[in-house]
């Protein structure tokens, strides 16, 4: 069953953002091919072994943009990187396998040049999508994409509580004590930063709740 018809909760965020991506391409004639593209997403998103990188994230995600998409200099390029950004999402992926952020990328890349936009914007989506893999950025845009995705870990404690046990289930198949390894790596890496957010934006709106989540998530580890 496609996502957009099993999750009525997140319809009018999704509907809404990919009618406005149209919009802002041009894309207004290509409704058929658009509209399966926009299925496509949505099932991928709704894949069985996604607990967290699914649709519910790619909500959050759309809706923080809705907050903050003033402050991007490409609004539209840095929107429809947000719908691809997830797009492929494997958690047993082989070391000679390209990695879920380049294959993310390149359908972007894909399906962009089908439209016929230019190949300056399809650069600058793969750019963006890129920059999610090891959340790090060299433009403001890209630093606003990244704060985007890492908006979780500055969210109210009850949701972060949630995702973690979303990033537990998508790695239910790790056992428990490498499991708690490896995610305490991940956490402390975050928390070690100097800053977690780069813009200034979300520095002053999440930042401080971020670090609150995180330290309270390593004591927990620790126990």
């Known amino acids: 069953m496609?996502?957009?018809?099993?999750?009525?909760?997140y319809n009018d965020v999704l509907k809404n953002s990919w009618q406005r991506i149209c919009?802002?391409?041009?894309?207004?004639?290509?409704?058929?091919?658009?509209?399966?593209?926009?299925?496509?997403?949505?099932?991928?998103?709704?894949?069985?072994?996604?607990?967290?990188?699914?649709?519910?994230?790619?909500?959050?995600?759309i809706t923080v943009?809705?907050?903050?998409?003033?402050?991007?200099?490409?609004?539209?390029?840095?929107?429809?990187?947000l719908w691809f950004h997830d797009a492929i999402y494997q958690t047993r992926q082989k070391p000679d396998e390209p990695n879920n952020e380049q294959r993310s990328a390149e359908w972007a890349s894909q399906f962009l040049h089908r439209c016929g936009v230019n190949?300056?914007?399809?650069?600058?989506?793969?750019?963006?999508?890129?920059?999610?893999?090891?959340?790090?950025?060299?433009?403001?845009?890209?630093?606003?994409?990244?704060?985007?995705?890492?908006?979780?870990?500055?969210?109210?404690?009850?949701?972060?509580?949630q995702y973690q046990q979303q990033i537990r289930a998508e790695y239910d198949f790790v056992p428990p004590a490498l499991f708690a390894l490896k995610r305490r790596e991940v956490l402390d890496r975050f928390y070690q930063r100097s800053r977690i957010y780069q813009t200034?934006?979300?520095?002053?709106?999440?930042?401080?709740?971020a670090r609150?989540?995180?330290?309270?998530?390593?004591?927990?580890?620790e126990s």
Do not use: W
Request: proline fraction near 5%.
């Open 2 to 9: 496609p996502i957009s018809t099993a999750t009525p909760l």
């Open 23 to 61: 919009q802002q391409f041009g894309l207004q004639s290509q409704q058929a091919f658009t509209a399966q593209v926009y299925e496509e997403l949505l099932n991928c998103y709704g894949q069985s072994h996604r607990a967290y990188h699914g649709v519910q994230h790619l909500a959050e995600c």
């Open 119 to 161: 190949s300056v914007t399809i650069e600058q989506v793969a750019q963006f999508i890129m920059a999610t893999q090891h959340h790090q950025a060299s433009n403001a845009d890209e630093q606003l994409m990244v704060d985007i995705d890492l908006a979780i870990l500055g969210s109210p404690p009850e949701r972060f509580a």
């Open 200 to 209: 200034d934006y979300f520095y002053g709106h999440y930042e401080q709740q």
């Open 212 to 221: 609150q989540n995180l330290q309270a998530a390593l004591i927990a580890e």
């Open 65 to 81: 943009f809705e907050k903050v998409s003033h402050l991007a200099m490409q609004p539209a390029p840095l929107e429809i990187a």
